[in-house]
């Protein structure tokens, strides 16, 4: 069957060769628009583009073909995109070569070349993200952004205060525009649904927000700001004005009392989701007693009766988790991250004995590099009460629980897998955190204990488990994965 003569694919009219190239993925448009400047000009017909995902940067080192790629895409659909996510990772692949012996970065170390190398990174950074905001300036159906900044380390190691920008970025002026294309874009919007900005370095001020349109500000039902900025990104003044808001997502020092009374206002849809990031380096500027107390919870709730809550914590101690897991939070995720600190007994005690009907999501982390000879960290005080056990048992709605860098003795284990069942839909428990009691003999009389801990948990699941080898499965950047699962947690609403 001829296809290139005078009938067939040439002959079809404009309108039929779209609709049959809607069909394809993103990535495989991309590569039927070489074939001819006919499906080149019908490739980029704005309705094949109403969403654009894509990542920039990573691997081992600078990418410094991506910006063209870039460019050329925002150009073709940066005026009438409608649904644009983008992760910008430029500094990810210059993080290797100057991995210490320790792990960590020294920015001061004998590495003449170090200082050229970030400013690079940055500047790759900066371009990028100025392209993509000029293509979105005069961009009217913009409904959903979402931005991500992978520069959170330039924060934790100090390279942003060991290289300036206002030294490598021509006296702040990149940075300046960026802050004014930012603000320019909510200005024109005129449909804006969904507004996510996470660590991107030097975009999002607390005066951003007010220079968002009226219309958008009425159409807005997510909204997500987040840096490592001693000022609120989310000024309640402005919370006044989103009245469609359902789903939320900053700071937990950032959520005073007041912004909870705001929501709880008839004049406010009732709000979905809310999701906290709670960082122990934030703590010392920004004090705990402005969070929400126990009553603000209950009024919250009375009005948002099916707002679900999702927590990161992030090295925090545990008197200050005790301090803000109020009895009224409807808690429905929580994460734990640490590196310094561990999460005690008793907030597990207290989460198990709250949140026993909402909690679905319990996640355990600790870094591997804080272990020393005596192994990982025992959360129980008596073996036979274990609190995760007990956890298992009260909250019968759980369905994920991850846990590393946690001693978990493996008969709890197995009577976790027994109380929840196939409920349990994930249970990621890695190799090197379970240990067995030598008293356990009945259990386990066989030679190899792990192949008796395989079959009793996958019987008590109800299918097939395994001990979590590969940890790196888990052990993502925090404020990367608290980004993506709460973008998850949000698109569940």
């Known amino acids: 069957m001829a296809l290139c003569g005078g009938v067939g694919a040439s002959a079809l009219p404009s309108e039929l060769i779209v609709h049959i190239f809607s069909f394809l993925p993103a990535r495989d448009k991309l590569r039927a628009s070489a074939v001819c400047s006919r499906w080149r000009e019908c490739l980029f017909y704005p309705a094949l583009w109403p969403q654009l995902k894509l990542r920039l940067g990573g691997g081992s080192g600078p990418r410094t073909d991506e910006t063209p790629k870039l460019e050329f895409l925002m150009r073709k659909f940066g005026s009438f995109v409608r649904e644009l996510q983008l992760e910008f990772a430029p500094v990810e692949g210059y993080l290797s070569p100057l991995q210490g012996v320790d792990g960590g970065m020294d920015p001061t170390g004998d590495d003449q070349q170090l200082p050229g190398r970030w400013r690079d990174a940055l500047h790759t950074y900066l371009e990028q993200v100025l392209c993509v905001l000029r293509s979105l300036r005069n961009n009217r159906n913009l409904q959903k952004l979402s931005l991500y900044g992978d520069t959170c380390i330039l924060h934790e190691e100090g390279i942003v205060d060991n290289i300036p920008l206002n030294q490598c970025e021509q006296e702040g002026k990149k940075i300046k525009e960026i802050k004014q294309l930012f603000e320019e874009i909510l200005a024109n919007s005129r449909q804006l649904k969904w507004l996510s900005s ?61 912004m909870c009374r705001i929501l709880s206002t008839s004049d406010h849809l009732p709000l979905h989701r809310l999701s906290l990031l709670l960082n122990s380096t934030a703590l010392p500027n920004k004090p705990l007693d402005v969070t929400p107390s126990e009553k603000d919870w209950q009024v919250l709730v009375r009005h948002s009766a099916n707002l679900r809550v999702y927590i990161m914590a992030l090295d925090v101690r545990s008197q200050d988790l005790l301090s803000v897991l109020k009895p009224s939070l409807p808690l429905e995720r929580i994460h734990f991250d640490s590196y310094s600190t561990c999460t005690s007994e008793a907030v597990v005690d207290l989460i198990s004995r709250q ?13 591997l590099m804080e272990r020393d000879d005596t192994g990982f960290p025992d959360l129980s005080d008596s073996r036979n009460e274990d609190p ?42 890695s190799e090197e955190s379970i240990d067995f009691d030598q008293d356990q003999h009945l259990l386990f009389q066989e030679e190899d204990p792990i192949h008796n801990l395989i079959e009793e948990v996958s019987s008590g699941l109800g299918r097939p488990w395994h001990p979590m080898v590969d940890t790196s499965v888990v052990l993502s950047e925090p404020t990367q994965h608290f980004y993506r699962e709460m973008q998850r947690f949000s698109e569940g609403m």
């Open 355 to 367: 949140y026993l009907k909402t909690l679905t999501h319990f996640i355990l982390m600790r870094d």
């Open 388 to 429: 995760l056990v007990i956890l298992a048992w009260r909250c019968t709605r759980l369905s994920v629980l991850v846990i590393h860098g946690y001693t978990v003795w493996a008969h709890n284990l197995i009577a976790i897998s027994r109380l929840r069942g196939s409920n349990l839909k994930v249970l990621a428990v």
């Open 198 to 258: 996470a660590f991107m370095l030097g975009m999002v001020t607390p005066n951003s927000l007010s220079a968002m349109s009226n219309l958008s500000a009425n159409t807005l039902e997510h909204l997500s700001l987040l840096d490592n900025q001693i000022p609120s990104l989310i000024p309640c003044i402005e919370v006044h004005r989103l009245h469609n808001l359902r789903s939320l997502a900053l700071d937990f020092c950032d959520f005073t009392s007041e």
